[in-house]
């Protein structure tokens, strides 16, 4: 039995979660306290990089999604995709659809998303060509 799509949507919440735990990472490699004051891009100019988590993650979610689309032994995709799920909704503000946050991401409908992917070189095309248009340049995210 499959649960609500939940699972597989990012909200605006847990994309500031994985950008705070990176901040974390790099303060930890770094030794430097939280008591010391200083900035994020004060932390990340001495480092010398910029922060890659957040586009690393959707960059292997828009990777799965070409991968799942051409297995042919479950229609698991298509499912997702169609939103038809066992689960009942819960109160509150409807969960972002999965396709909504895919669509987002390539700037293509379904229909399309289903037919490129099948195709690995082209699906791999538009992985790499989405995720270098959302990616921040380091020298911007360092201010």
Same mark, same amino acid.
């Given at each position: 039995?499959?649960?609500?799509?939940?699972?597989?949507? =990012?909200?605006?919440?847990? /994309?500031? &979660?994985? !950008? *705070?735990?990176?901040?974390?990472?790099?303060?930890? #490699?770094?030794? +430097?306290?939280?008591?010391?004051?200083?900035?994020?891009?004060?932390?990340?100019?001495?480092?010398?990089t910029g922060r890659t988590l957040l586009s690393l993650v959707k960059e292997r979610r828009l990777k799965y999604i070409g991968h799942a689309e051409r297995n042919t032994k479950t229609d698991l =995709?298509?499912?997702?995709? /169609?939103? &038809?799920? !066992? *689960?009942?909704?819960e109160r509150?503000?409807?969960? #972002?659809?999965? +396709?909504?946050?895919?669509?987002?991401?390539?700037?293509?409908?379904?229909?399309?998303i289903s037919q490129k992917s099948q195709d690995r070189v082209i699906w791999r095309g538009i992985v790499k060509s989405s995720c270098a248009a959302a990616n921040i340049n380091p020298v911007d995210a360092a201010r």
């Amino acid at each position: 039995m499959l649960y609500g799509c939940e699972t597989w949507t =990012m909200r605006k919440a847990d /994309e500031l &979660k994985i !950008e *705070a735990a990176e901040m974390w990472f790099f303060r930890r #490699l770094l030794r +430097v306290s939280w008591k010391d004051r200083r900035t994020n891009g004060n932390v990340l100019a001495e480092k010398g990089t910029g922060r890659t988590l957040l586009s690393l993650v959707k960059e292997r979610r828009l990777k799965y999604i070409g991968h799942a689309e051409r297995n042919t032994k479950t229609d698991l =995709m298509k499912t997702i995709f /169609e939103g &038809k799920t !066992e *689960a009942k909704r819960e109160r509150g503000r409807p969960s #972002l659809a999965y +396709v909504d946050q895919v669509s987002k991401a390539t700037g293509l409908k379904l229909q399309s998303i289903s037919q490129k992917s099948q195709d690995r070189v082209i699906w791999r095309g538009i992985v790499k060509s989405s995720c270098a248009a959302a990616n921040i340049n380091p020298v911007d995210a360092a201010r």
